[in-house]
């Protein structure tokens, strides 16, 4: 499984090659996967490593290195991820911001929202008073980045876009806010639900499936996004697995070439896609094979990564699971 | 030109059409091309013919046509080799609408048409001012209008997008980047009946475009009206680039370069000017897009990009020409 | 056979007219020359004809029908006009130009017939342009340029042939073939209306002299009795002094130092 530390430059330099975050119009940010190797599907929950050693410092997805002396107790977390995470391991009550995607769990939206996650008002985050801020590690946000430690506030930026980010972070965000073991509780109850929903998966054939996230051009769900790495977990192939970026513009023609067994969407977007004239060349769009999910369980590589590998594994594959 | 030079014209369109439809990232048999011409769609092949490939090579001809009709009759009209459709705001004005519509959430039906009436409105803005400057049938004032409107044009589409969310960027650059990838049945038709039309009445003016190139008082003392064969010639023009920048985006150098790629080979009427860019602007733009399609799969390279790469060298070639 | 009637022509938010009543008359059988300094008017005048600017007040008829009712199509096969300046942006041969002045025959739609085609080469021949006629429009020199634009009136048919400023750029050979071709043309029939700066070559080939200054008409006549040293010295603003040239027998006037 390919370890984190020396990977960070790797995933710095593959991150321009990365699909660019898409939002929706609903207030709900997709964040995708930089570039993993492809070992990442043989990934065990049992295989996870320590954090780097004792000694060292953990070094954040901007390569800056985490020195956190004591527990924060004023947080600003802009990033539906993190935020979810953070309530889950029982730091949901220090959170003094959050953006304004981030409503998992319901009791976030008590937190006063500080508006976009990527180039966030710094001073709006100023005047929150935090003690450290969680960004995500785009090159957008950079300049804000920058201009918080230059005030003196400790900031972190989280790449979050794979299922190991997932991990390595919340572990992380454990040692950091001084609860480690909760932490480390709840990635390896959600790596339990992971390696089930697998075992459960194994031996049924493997449909091919083609994720859509943009119409206009079209994009798809590469091989480096989280969403990639839960449908192979449920037992199917993503048809763009090969591309190691998490999303790419891909042509119509180019999917009706690969054929795909399955159409998984999100359920907003069902309809659309029924509408398009020209998808009616894809057989599976034309034979109705579309799937659709719950796109608030599926679009974070957070806590809910379980119940996100089931739901799907019950649509490949219904009566599997469970 | 003779009859022998048309056909000729015309079959290479036919064979750019016919190539294009069997040519890309699925290499679609003859056979199945002849099926789905014949109706025989079941087979994944001829479906992608009919709803992938027929669409597209239709719209790209329709779009060829309109501009290389618009672009002839205007570098005639306005005396100038580097007149194009969208000067007359035609360009600014569309992206504005586009970027409009786009922004407020709306979708595919309403873009173009927020699109058209963009491209109209900046058109009627450019007469306005040129009218304002004194003078409607002195081209030179009639271009810079043109500018003017255009370059308001952009402010107004940076503002919009300088705080919008990405989606609308997106959705917005990629509208201006030109496409003929989502042609549907209805674009098509409405397409169709703006360039016929359109092409008619330019085809119609061809003889009074001659002599407007004589210079505005040389054309009167020819009995031309000039004023009005001009606003004839520019509202008729710009009607049809409104509506294919409506149907495909912006698809620049088409209704530059056609033109006098017709002229090259020999046609100086403007009847046969017209007609000839009709169906030379078909071709290129059939030939455009199949580049765009497979030059670098399985991205597909924007129309307007394409245009442009291939705009650029002929200049190239052009300038050198010149003494 | 064209009568300026009283011709008041100001411009959009000019303070003063541009033409202030003038009258005068180019009759068949002769030539009419319109003289006077820069800005006085004469370019206007023809403006005025072809309808490219309106008039405040007076009219303008040929053959006593008012140009203001007439269709362009039917002026331009009765007048035909060269104006100052031309430029093609897309340039054709010389033939082909010649045949643009059978559009008002034509219109949009009828093809040329032998009737058109006759009169082109008969209009290409009495310009004196027959060795130009494959030649490109930009291939040939100034002057074989005025003579191209000549034939293109010739061929437009008229029975009027109004020319402003023809003989720019021409030599000294050239210009008097062209002003012996209207001179021949005014002898024939044709009703020929003259704008030009060359005073001397005027006073010997005109049948009639319009002097203009400030927009109006300061003294018409036959050349003797508008080439009086008074009167051209007091409008082109310049001391001179008219003689009688010795070798051609017409008035011709020649310009003093300045004092």
Redesign the interface.
Known sequence: MATRITTYSALRASFSMAGVPVFRLRSTVLIFASALSAALSGCRAADAPRVATAAADPVDDFGNRIAITKPPARIVSLNPTTTEILFAIGAGGRLVGRSQYDTFPDSAKTVPSLGPALRPSVEAIVAAKPDLVILYASEDNRPAFDRLRQAGIPTVGFKLDSIDHFRRDTRLLGRITGDSARAVAVVDSVSATLERVRRATANLPRPTVFIPTWEKPIIAIGGGSFLSELVEIAGGTNIYASIPTPSATVTIEDIVARNPDFVLAGRDRERPIRALANWRAIPAVRDNHILAFDFDLISRPSVQLGAAAVAIATLLHPGSVR | MTLARWLMLLASLAVAAFVAIAVGTITVPLSAVFDAFRGVTDSTPAMVVTTLRLPRVALAILIGAGLGMSGAALQGTMRNPLAEPYLLGVSGGAAVGAVIATTLGFGATIVPLAAFVGALTAVGAAFIVARAAGSLGDPRVLLMAGVVVGAFANAAIMVMLANAESNTVRNALWWMMGSVADATRTQITVLFVYVAAGGCALVLLGRQIDILALGEDAAAGLGVDVDRAMRNVFVVASLIAAATVAAAGLVGFVGLVVPHIVRAAGVRHHRSLVAGSAIVGGTLVVLADLLGRILRPPAELPLGAVTALVGVPFFLIKLRRLR | MIRFDDVVVRY?RASVDALSGVSLEARRGALTAVVGPNGSGKSTLV?AL???TALTRGGIFVDDKPVATM???????TV???????????P?SVL?YVQ??R??H???WHSAGERDRRAVEESIDAAGVRELRERRIDAISGGEWQRVRLARALA?GGSALVLDEPTTFLDVGHEMAVFELLHRLARAGQAVLLVSHQLNLVARFADHMVLFHHGSVSAAGTPDDVMRADVLERVYEWPLVVIRDPAVGAPALVPLRSR
């Open positions: 959009p403006r072809i309808r490219r269709d362009g199509a039917e002026l331009a096969r035909a006009v060269v104006t100052q300046r031309e430029e093609l942006a897309f054709v082909e643009l002045g559009f008002p034509l219109g949009a437009q």
